[in-house]
């Protein structure tokens, strides 16, 4: 179907020359929410598509090659004129840098809309100058990025991927060899991704291993399983993700929560609960101060290889070092030496250096790393919920002439 049949490929509905068209791109998946089965089996429409589509062309637009979208989005012989794309995962993952193409934007395409926060792919400088402008979903993510790194909380502190590795693949299934790995004195070798030992039998039984000081795993006195519970944290970046993640943890652990933020403190009453601002990242006691350090940054000059050798040397020993944010705020080399020297107990990561590329096997492999394919906001009602958002900010952009609900230049 193109174009010329004048279908609104949504919904379709007949096309209306007059109202603006927003494309949406798609090869293998569909990333839009669109219709949902009740309880019957009927078709619903819950956030109303047939009412936006009257005043709306959507057209979807089934990728192939670069050089194909580009003749798309500029044949004059097409009957609609392109006034948006609607950004997708996938059209960055097959088409490649999307600024390659926003040069060759023809000046009918007056915004991108993109159904997450992170833009930091876009280049805005360029897009201001072609006067195209950018939405995101503003703090609509928050929520669902704060389940990932809860459980990224606990997986540090309690060992959980370390088990249920264990458990499934080399132990399988039995839970009193899983328990020998309690207290064992024998280390792994430093730099390498080796399985911890067990207790020795001929060693360690002679002297029971004690385990109110070795409650740990691989030798090191700092892999602790430990509950997170009164601990304290330090979260980096305290935008509207790490003060969800903060309120969860004070919520559910009590933690003491610390946190840095570019643009200086929040009031308790604007925040709903007690937080230490720091002011400063070349301070020692802002590192020092917390047994866990979540990173909710973006990706800039100023957050790059944060977490490095320095700024780990200010960490206290055992430190566990939790990243939903984006990975070029960690100096992965830094991050592995300090887990095979034990400085850092554990990590979680949701998020990689270069995430165009494979992810290093070295770090995503070792057994104090919980490692998650970028998946803090991948859930059914994120993807509700962001397409919502997106409606919204392209009603407010195309038909009130607001400018969108959450722009970003």
């Given at each position: 179907?193109?174009?010329?049949?004048?279908?609104?490929?949504?919904?379709?509905?007949?096309?209306?020359?007059?109202?603006?068209?927003?494309?949406?791109?798609?090869?293998?998946?569909?990333?839009?929410?669109?219709?949902?089965?009740?309880?019957?089996?009927?078709?619903?429409?819950?956030?109303?598509?047939?009412?936006?589509?009257?005043?709306?062309?959507?057209?979807?637009?089934?990728?192939?090659?670069?050089?194909?979208?580009?003749?798309?989005?500029?044949?004059?012989?097409?009957?609609?004129?392109?006034?948006?794309?609607?950004?997708?995962?996938?059209?960055?993952?097959?088409?490649?840098?999307?600024?390659?193409?926003?040069?060759?934007?023809?000046?009918?395409?007056?915004?991108?809309?993109?159904?997450?926060?992170?833009?930091?792919?876009?280049?805005?400088?360029?897009?201001?100058?072609?006067?195209?402008?950018?939405?995101?979903?503003?703090?609509?993510?928050?929520?669902?990025?704060?389940?990932?790194?809860?459980?990224?909380?606990?997986?540090?502190?309690?060992?959980?991927?370390?088990?249920?590795?264990?458990?499934?693949?080399?132990?399988?299934?039995?839970?009193?060899?899983?328990?020998?790995?309690?207290?064992?004195?024998?280390?792994?070798?430093?730099?390498?991704?080796?399985?911890?030992?067990?207790?020795?039998?001929?060693?360690?039984?002679?002297?029971?291993?004690?385990?109110?000081?070795?409650?740990?795993?691989?030798?090191?006195?700092?892999?602790?399983?430990?509950?997170?519970?009164?601990?304290?944290?330090?979260?980096?970046?305290?935008?509207?993700?790490?003060?969800?993640?903060?309120?969860?943890?004070?919520?559910?652990?009590?933690?003491?929560?610390?946190?840095?933020?570019?643009?200086?403190?929040?009031?308790k009453s604007q925040l709903g609960y007690a937080a230490?601002?720091?002011?400063?990242?070349?301070?020692?006691?802002?590192?020092?101060?917390?047994?866990?350090?979540?990173?909710?940054?973006?990706?800039?000059?100023?957050?790059?290889?944060?977490?490095?050798?320095?700024?780990?040397?200010?960490?206290?020993?055992?430190?566990?070092?939790?990243?939903?944010?984006?990975?070029?705020?960690?100096?992965?080399?830094?991050?592995?030496?300090?887990?095979?020297?034990?400085?850092?107990?554990?990590?979680?990561?949701?998020?990689?250096?270069?995430?165009?590329?494979?992810?290093?096997?070295?770090?995503?492999?070792?057994?104090?790393?919980?490692?998650?394919?970028?998946?803090?906001?991948?859930?059914?009602?994120?993807?509700?919920?962001?397409?919502?958002?997106?409606?919204?900010?392209?009603?407010?952009?195309?038909?009130?002439?607001?400018?969108?609900?959450?722009?970003?230049?």
């Amino acid at each position: 179907m193109t174009i010329n049949q004048k279908k609104n490929l949504v919904t379709d509905k007949e096309i209306n020359l007059s109202n603006p068209t927003v494309i949406i791109p798609y090869k293998f998946q569909w990333e839009v929410y669109q219709h949902h089965k009740n309880d019957d089996e009927e078709e619903t429409d819950p956030l109303n598509w047939e009412n936006i589509c009257d005043k709306i062309n959507f057209i979807t637009y089934e990728m192939s090659t670069p050089d194909a979208f580009i003749q798309f989005i500029n044949d004059p012989s097409y009957e609609v004129q392109i006034d948006c794309i609607w950004i997708t995962e996938e059209f960055l993952s097959i088409m490649g840098d999307i600024n390659e193409y926003i040069k060759k934007f023809p000046s009918s395409i007056t915004s991108l809309m993109v159904p997450w926060v992170g833009c930091e792919f876009l280049n805005l400088k360029l897009l201001n100058e072609k006067n195209i402008k950018v939405c995101n979903i503003g703090p609509h993510a928050a929520n669902y990025v704060c389940e990932v790194a809860i459980h990224l909380v606990l997986s540090c502190f309690r060992m959980t991927s370390f088990w249920e590795h264990c458990f499934k693949y080399v132990d399988v299934g039995e839970i009193k060899e899983c328990k020998k790995y309690i207290g064992s004195k024998q280390q792994s070798t430093h730099g390498k991704n080796d399985w911890p030992t067990k207790i020795d039998p001929k060693n360690e039984l002679v002297i029971p291993t004690r385990w109110d000081t070795s409650y740990g795993v691989g030798g090191y006195d700092t892999k602790l399983f430990e509950s997170p519970t009164n601990k304290s944290v330090l979260i980096l970046g305290f935008g509207s993700i790490g003060q969800a993640i903060g309120s969860k943890l004070k919520t559910l652990f009590n933690m003491e929560v610390n946190y840095y933020k570019r643009s200086g403190p929040i009031s308790k009453s604007q925040l709903g609960y007690a937080a230490t601002y720091w002011d400063s990242l070349d301070n020692k006691e802002t590192w020092y101060s917390s047994h866990l350090i979540i990173l909710c940054l973006p990706s800039n000059e100023s957050t790059t290889n944060l977490i490095n050798k320095k700024t780990l040397q200010m960490c206290r020993d055992g430190v566990r070092i939790i990243n939903v944010g984006r990975g070029a705020c960690i100096d992965e080399d830094a991050l592995l030496e300090g887990l095979s020297n034990g400085k850092i107990a554990s990590c979680g990561l949701d998020v990689y250096k270069d995430e165009t590329t494979l992810v290093r096997k070295d770090l995503i492999q070792r057994w104090d790393v919980t490692a998650l394919p970028h998946i803090g906001s991948t859930s059914l009602q994120e993807i509700k919920e962001q397409t919502e958002i997106t409606l919204k900010n392209i009603e407010s952009f195309f038909i009130k002439g607001e400018g969108g609900l959450y722009p970003i230049n």
